[in-house]
């Protein structure tokens, strides 16, 4: 009989027990110079695969909008919701995390910080636009990355066949790395450890505290965000109540929240769709499409935890910094969703967009909880789609009338 293999998610939380236990016993020099290394190895490993992995999904992802560009204002109302769903996440994000400065007490050592002055609002608005963007891809500029991405995938569709072999080339290493991304993705249970047992040893008991504050952060802005913006857009343009909207939608979310799986949990968002009157029609394009834009839980799991590790290494983030994270996460929604691996990844782009490192300490700490967050991201995300579907459909008056259940 073959054994019955753990999943990737459980490794990774016997990783952090494993992490926190030995690190409790084991002495502050030796996990500093034999265990922490192969954190700092994991880190470099995903840093590697950032910029190239940004980039050509987010061109894929960009060209796959065909559709949306046949069906015309359908796609484009499901992409502006999208889009602005995802914003207001992470300023949902941003702002529960400056409210519960969670990780302040750490106090954790940077050892290279930016001494570069913060730029203003404006010259963040005007740099996203790349002068020169085969730089912009050496220097890891992920917003100037994001940016090109976007635009040649825009070109690539405006050429049409002649722009195919392009297209298919991209898609290409888009694969590449997705299962270059995955294979990291399997050392994590060992970089967790690695990562996590150091903290532990140096910090002492004192530094669990402040992941209970994280997961509680997360979780509360997504309930907030949940609650208040989709009852807001459900029942402001759709007309329908809010109570009658979680209902249905309760078993996706439900199935979402424990397979942490959008992809998995689109059968279960059709039913709630169609349940609430949304039509074939509709659904058979929002439902997918969310599946691999719309990212508001993971917009706020990067603003709640990239202000958490700026607290815990004492750096305080201008405005102007906290909205390049904002533009960052919206525009990354594009192609970043379903990528093994896209919550880690996504973090380390939006740390280092803004200048704070993405490794050791703080980082490690946001890894061990990372299912534990992933599991209420995902409910936000599949939540989101559904409402997209019934206020496009209700927009386009094709909202079918069903009886209130």
Partial sequence: MQKKKLNLSIKILIGLAIGIVVGLFLPAEIANTWIKPFGTLFLNLIKM????????SIVVGTCGLNDARALGRLGGKTILYYLCTTALAVTIGLVCANIFPVGRDLAFEMEALSTSEPQSVTDTLLNIVPTNPIDALAKGNMLQVIFFAIALGIGILLCGEKGKPLQDGISSLA???????????????????ALVCPVVAVNGPKSLLPMLGLILSVYGACIFHAVVVYSATVGGIAHISPARFFKEAAPAMIFAF????????????????????????????????????????????????????????????????????????????IGTA??????????????????????????GMVLGIDRILDMARTCVNITGDIACSVV??????????????
């Fill in 338 to 363: 379903g990528v093994p691996g896209a919550g880690a990844v996504m973090l380390t782009m939006v740390l280092s967009s803004v200048g704070l490192p993405a490794e050791g300490l703080a980082m």
């Fill in 49 to 56: 695969v950032v910029v190239p992995l940004v980039f050509a």
């Fill in 175 to 193: 694969e590449a790395m997705y299962s270059l991304t995955g294979a990291i993705m399997k050392l994590a249970p060992f970089a967790v450890f």
């Fill in 258 to 333: 424990s397979s942490a799986s959008s992809a998995a949990t689109i059968p279960f968002s059709m039913e709630s769709s169609e349940r609430m009157g949304v039509p074939q029609s509709v659904r058979s394009f929002v439902l997918p499409l969310g599946a691999t834009i719309n990212m508001d839980g993971t917009a706020i799991y990067q603003g709640v935890c990239a202000l958490f590790i700026a607290n815990a290494y004492g750096v305080s983030l201008t405005m102007s910094q906290q909205l390049t994270i904002i533009l960052t996460c919206t525009l990354a929604s």
């Fill in 392 to 405: 496009v459909a209700a927009s386009e008056k094709q909202l079918e009338s069903t009886p209130n259940r």
